[in-house]
């Protein structure tokens, strides 16, 4: 359920996922890892949960993380 991507100019990406509201911050982790590998991103670091916001679906929530990536590996 990915939403948006966006490329900050320093190496630093962020990502938003829906996921259902309520899921524990390492759950959310884990899901976010899993997206990051099969869009092909292998090399990043710092994967860090920004923001848990409420969406207009009843039970979800967007969870918002940024991480560092390698300018080398980006796609």
């Known amino acids: 359920m990915f939403r948006c991507h966006s490329v ?3 190496g630093i ?3 938003s ?10 759950d ?6 899993a997206h990051l590998r099969a869009q092909g ?4 670091s710092d994967l860090s949960l920004q ?3 409420t969406t207009n679906s009843p039970g979800i ?3 918002t993380f940024t991480y ?6 980006h796609h």
């Open 8 to 10: 900050f100019p320093v």
């Open 13 to 15: 990406e962020r990502m």
């Open 17 to 26: 996922l829906e996921l259902p509201a309520g899921a524990a911050r390492d």
């Open 28 to 33: 959310a982790e884990k899901k976010a890892v």
């Open 41 to 44: 991103i292998r090399t990043w």
């Open 51 to 53: 923001t848990i916001l």
């Open 61 to 63: 929530s967007r969870y």
């Open 68 to 73: 560092w990536v390698d300018d080398n590996t």
